[in-house]
């Protein structure tokens, strides 16, 4: 932007220099519009009041005035009560009337508050009943509104004296920088704790508003200065603290969902951490079980199971290859058609829970993320030609190419192995060209490495009366049917596509980046397509260990 000269006294307001900035600016615009933008926005009457308030309240600053008087709400008081005694002309009416007001009476309120310095709260009178030995005692009064205090209690189980645990960061009790982790609660309000459960003193907290009175023995331990929160996790399961037993205190706990990013703002307590939602304005942090209270806690829970390979329907896919899975004729004579480097039940171990993150965006010299596509597919037509899908190779060299991990997954199918290579991917990333994989969901952990950095779509099928409704006319090829022969869907496919898409989310779900749900098909294939162009324009939350080799 052109500097404004300002004359040659250099003393132009703040006014004139707004009404000149247009003309000054004619010669570095392009286009008309854009000037008569310009004008007009600098034109606004509003804007030049505000300028003129500002230039005014500019000028009073530089002269430092003071109050003349530190009570012109009662002197306005007694001038209004002096007023309905007289003859009540146009001019003293319209006087009254000013002076009722509630914005007027609050202007004088805020004159007399600063004429008179008194800007500290009103705090109650010291009570008189302290013991002399307690000389260390503090009396602490906090403004409670709606929001929680922002601290949890316990008591201490070998005193018996009831402490604070600790101070939630941002929450009321930590801006006031008064109480601190370890100080013992003597009064709440004046009753007496001692004698009282956590619980009982949480409820007389929850149920207090305005000015809260503590009466408190600090604590000599000295504490760190916190440090502001930079590790950022994504949550890989739904939690509700309402529902968790085993939470210090409810109210202070923060719920969340699979998916949500939650920034760390404390992990000083190895069982629960203090955490807030990404991008949320309150500085109110909230409790939130830890990786390793909830790894645990999780994983006694977990009942030993064993995941069949999943079935679905069938249908082609953008990629290397189509998934194959087992009918239930195939299952009666073949054994499982895939055997990957890790199984299902390996997958099954790993208990998700947290994973840090941080904003990634691809740059234009690197290659594109690999796009995976997970979706409830069926069993490959019997009448389908593999000369014209697929790369062939002999039988001995996928063997060896087997033992050597050089297959994504792979799988035999009436004694013919199928496979999507390692480096097929690799190949069609080097060309600087998106790589589109349809995959097993158990395959996805293992691509999800610093060279893939995969964004992983989950197909997923509508709810079964949409089923029923968009797809009556439809049909299929099954694999069931050596004959090939197109038939109408039943409602047992119906049902087994909506169980295999809640196994592969339940297992799987904390996986996936995004779920299209496939009812209408141009619709889902729009939704498809924005989600690529978003991929390139857009930072997304990606693992911390695929920005670090």
Known sequence: MPALSTGSGGDTGLYELLTALPAQLQPHVDSQEDLTFLWDMFGEKSLHSLVKIHEKLHYYEKQSPVPILPGAAALASDLAEELQNKPLNSEIRELLKLLSKPNVKALLSVHDTVAQKNYDPVLPPMPEDIDDEEDSVK????VKNREPLGATIKKDEQTGAIVVARIMRGGAADRSGLIHVGDELREVNGIPVEDKRPEEIIQILAQSQGAITFKIIPSIKEES????GKMFIKALFDYDPNEDKAIPCK???LSFRKGDILQIMSQDDAAWWQAKHEGDANPRAGLIPSKHFQER???????EILVQPLKGSNRKSSGFRRSFRLSRRDKKTN????????SDQYDTADVPTYEEVTPYRRQSNEKYRLVVLVDTTRARRSQESDGVEYIFISKHLFETDVQNNKFIEYGEYKNNYYGTSIDSVRSVLAKNKVCLLDVQPHTVKHLRTLEFKPYVIFIKPPSIERLRETRKNAKIISSRDDQGAAKPFTEEDFQEMIKSAQIMESQYGHLFDKIIINDDLTMAFNELKTTFDKLETEAHW???SWLHS
Do not use: D, T, W
């Open 225 to 228: 200065p916190p440090k502001e």
């Open 251 to 253: 109210e202070a706990g």
């Open 542 to 544: 990606v693992p911390v």
């Open 139 to 142: 009396i602490i009064r906090l």
């Open 297 to 303: 806690r999780l994983a006694l829970r977990r009942p």
């Open 335 to 342: 054994k499982s058609m895939y055997e990957c480097r890790k």
